[in-house]
T-cell receptor
Framework: DAMVIQNPRYQVTQFGKPVTLSCSQTLNHNVMYWYQQKSSQAPKLLFHYYDKDFNNEADTPDNFQSRRPNTSFCFLDIRSPGLGDAAMYLC????????????FGDGTRLSIL | GESVGLHLPTLSVQEGDNSIINCAYSNSASDYFIWYKQESGKGPQFIIDIRSNMDKRQGQRVTVLLNKTVKHLSLQIAATQPGDSAVYFCALGAAGNKLTFGGGTRVLVKP
């Protein structure tokens, strides 16, 4: 049974057209993370929420935003996608920051036309 | 800064043999270590973790070894099966920090 669900699995958008990716979790975990993963590379953390507290990584472009309206859902908004933003976007959750495994969804593959 | 690296980007192994995947790290403050398996088109899947107060931990067909002296982590897969073909990532964390992922090793299982 999927515990971290990402929709859609594949998303195609046009250059510069805003796009939103969604993630939901049934684990009731405090922390939700968004990662970007490009081909043959490790996941790169964009930001995370600890409960309602948003934590942005220093090198995450301003083009990327996130919302967490409640414990179960988290959204990734890309305001003006560029060709370099084509990637797999992974959502993960963990109960807490410290010494806890992160549980990943199967990702949304984003293509930019 | 911290770095996490893997010694072998691709590992080819005969079905039934044991696999060993290695990971070196530089941050001596790291106290939590995880191995993930990622199959094509899927998200990383948790395999096993180990904390710094241990040097060995076993799961089903997998063993993780931690050598804090030389800052080295390894994942051993016993009797490798075709379903073990995937990319394997080590990840590590320090207290209060997020996980840092290594660069990944692709394991190819030959029939």
């Amino acid at each position: 049974d999927a515990m971290v669900i990402q929709n859609p699995r594949y998303q195609v958008t046009q250059f510069g057209k805003p796009v939103t990716l969604s993630c939901s979790q049934t684990l009731n975990h405090n922390v939700m993370y968004w990662y970007q993963q490009k081909s043959s590379q490790a996941p790169k953390l964009l930001f995370h929420y600890y409960d309602k507290d948003f934590n942005n990584e220093a090198d995450t472009p301003d083009n990327f935003q996130s919302r967490r309206p409640n414990t179960s859902f988290c959204f990734l908004d890309i305001r003006s996608p560029g060709l370099g933003d084509a990637a797999m976007y992974l959502c993960a959750t963990s109960r807490d920051h410290v010494d806890q495994p992160q549980h990943f969804g199967d990702g949304t593959r984003l293509s930019i036309l | 800064g911290e770095s996490v690296g893997l010694h072998l980007p691709t590992l080819s192994v005969q079905e039934g043999d044991n696999s060993i995947i290695n990971c070196a790290y530089s941050n001596s403050a790291s106290d939590y270590f995880i191995w993930y398996k990622q199959e094509s088109g899927k998200g990383p899947q948790f395999i096993i973790d180990i904390r710094s107060n241990m040097d060995k931990r076993q799961g089903q067909r997998v063993t993780v070894l931690l050598n804090k002296t030389v800052k080295h982590l390894s994942l051993q897969i016993a009797a490798t099966q075709p379903g073990d073909s995937a990319v394997y990532f080590c990840a590590l964390g320090a207290a209060g920090n997020k996980l840092t992922f290594g660069g990944g090793t692709r394991v190819l299982v030959k029939p």
